[in-house]
């Protein structure tokens, strides 16, 4: 019989637990910019560390919910400026863009709308992925991860809305700014909201 309970108890134990994750400082905003500039403003105060290049990849895809265009002009500087492309086209921001890949990426967010807010803190589909303020965002590495001094570490996002915490890969960039260089498990869908 214990064993039959075992799954059960380490399903509702927590993903900390099944994924063998240690956690990172938090990384919080009041609100979400309403323009690149203060995307840009809060992307310079907490992208110093890798949690926080995590942060400003979650609060581009905020801002995406609520505003498409904004949201992928910042969704475009939270990427590893070596996976961006050349373009002139009027979602480019300084004449880059999101490569073909992470372009399909952002279409799951017009697919799954409860990815925009599924990885603040407070949010869950009980809640309609209401989350709580201020925004926040948990991350956590696990034994795997690496190590941040080689500048490049894969962090773990904490959602409510799945079974386990999603992986991040950042990198630190040019400028010292970390960001995201693999992101894709991030916008696979999540539970619907209830």
């Not at 505003?67 to 910042?74: A, E, F, M, R, V």
């Not at 809305?161 to 630190?172: C, D, H, L, N, T």
């Amino acid at each position: 019989m214990k064993m039959k309970l075992l799954p059960f108890v380490l399903l509702f134990s927590g993903s900390l637990f099944a994924q063998n994750l240690t956690p990172r400082n938090p990384v919080s905003f009041d609100s979400l910019p309403t323009s690149l500039e203060e995307f840009q403003k809060a992307q310079q105060s907490v992208a110093s560390t890798p949690e926080g290049g995590v942060a400003t990849l979650i609060l581009a895809m905020s801002i995406y919910g609520k505003n498409p265009t904004l949201g992928n002009q910042c969704l475009v500087l939270s990427v590893l400026s070596k996976n961006r492309q050349k373009s002139y086209k009027p979602t480019a921001v300084a004449g880059e863009d999101l490569g073909n890949g992470d372009k399909y990426l952002v279409g799951q967010l017009d697919k799954y709308k409860m990815l925009s807010n599924g990885y603040w803190k407070g949010a869950d589909p009980n809640n309609g992925y209401t989350p709580s303020q201020p925004l926040t965002v948990e991350t956590f590495t696990n034994p795997y991860s690496g190590d941040e001094s080689t500048g490049k570490i894969k962090l773990f996002v904490a959602t409510r809305g799945a079974s386990s915490f999603r992986p991040v890969s950042v990198e630190k960039d040019v400028d010292g700014l970390w960001r995201a260089k693999e992101m894709s498990s991030v916008f696979v869908g999540m539970m619907p909201a209830k």
